[in-house]
Structure formats: C-alpha cells, structure tokens
C-alpha cells in the first residue's frame, strides 16, 4: 500500500481510494464529473492526519450536493468517522466498514467488513460490543478487538435507513 493518494474508477460513480490522506491530498479528481449518488471505496485508506481530515471535510462541502455512500471503510477512516461528526455530511452514509475480532481460545485474529443494516443496525443509542462471531479455526466465540463506545460511536447518528450500491 502507498501513502500516495490514488483514485481507480470501478464503475461511472464507484471510485476506491487509496493510500493517505494528508495535507497533500488532492480530491479534484472526486469533482471531474456532475455525480448525483458516489460510492467510495475506503478499504486502501491507510492513514488520515489532521491536515487531511480538514482536506476531507473541504472535499465533502464542495459535494454537498451528492449522495455519498462510503463502502469497506477501514481503521482509519471508521477511527475519523467516530471523531470527527463533519467526516461525514447530511447525504453521507456509511454501508460497510472494517472490525477486528480476536479469539482468546487459539490467539487467531480476524478482520471483518461488517454491513451496516445486515451484521450490525445503525441508530441505536448505545454499542456495548460488535456482532458475534465465530473463530474460523476452532469455532469459539471471538471477541470484538475494539472498545465499542468510540469505535462504533458513529453508527449512533446515522440513519436506520439502508442504502445499496449500484
């Protein structure tokens, strides 16, 4: 993975985002085309700085005007989702994001996208821990390796309504 930030359009509205977000980070790529709905694809976002997250919030205010759904967040980004309430905006949803689990029986850690709607409901007042799962090798009870109160805190204020991707 690179710290170089790149754009790989998947589909006309579909764009993964790679590498960091920093005081470098350019989005003009992101305002080429008059979108009406924007899926972005967050899995490759390895790190966000404070620059970057301001870079990020600028970027939103010129597409206040677009849906956006932020699909396969990873770490960093679900770290600023649940920080910073301006990473996203009014039309923002989030459809999936990256958790890890660790299992205490056979020390086998594991990261799961979790959907947003399906493995875990958006609106509730309160997180006291992520979806169950089972260790894939001994088939016990893993534990969800985040503190829910701050990891999943962004998922209080967003809408019980489910969005899908094109």
Not at 54 to 66: C, E, P
Request: aromatic share 12%; proline share 2%.
């Amino acid at each position: 993975m690179t710290n170089v930030l790149s754009f790989e359009w998947k589909k006309e509205d579909y764009v993964s985002i790679s590498g960091m977000i920093d005081e470098s980070s350019d989005f003009s790529e992101l305002f080429k085309k008059n979108h009406e709905v924007l899926f972005l694809d967050l899995k490759n976002i390895n790190r966000i700085n404070s620059s970057g997250v301001r870079k990020w919030v600028l970027a939103l205010d010129k597409l206040k005007d677009v849906e956006i759904h932020y699909i396969n967040c990873s770490f960093s980004v679900v770290d600023q989702l649940s920080m910073v309430p301006e990473f996203l905006n009014k039309k923002c949803f989030v459809e999936s994001f990256d958790a890890r689990y660790v299992c205490e029986n056979c020390n086998t850690s594991q990261t799961v996208t979790l959907v947003v709607g399906f493995d875990i409901q958006a609106g509730e007042k309160k997180y006291t821990d992520g979806p169950e799962r089972l260790c894939p090798n001994c088939k016990q009870k893993m534990e969800f390796d985040h503190n829910p109160d701050s990891y999943l805190y962004f998922l209080i204020n967003l809408s019980k309504k489910k969005k899908t991707a094109s």
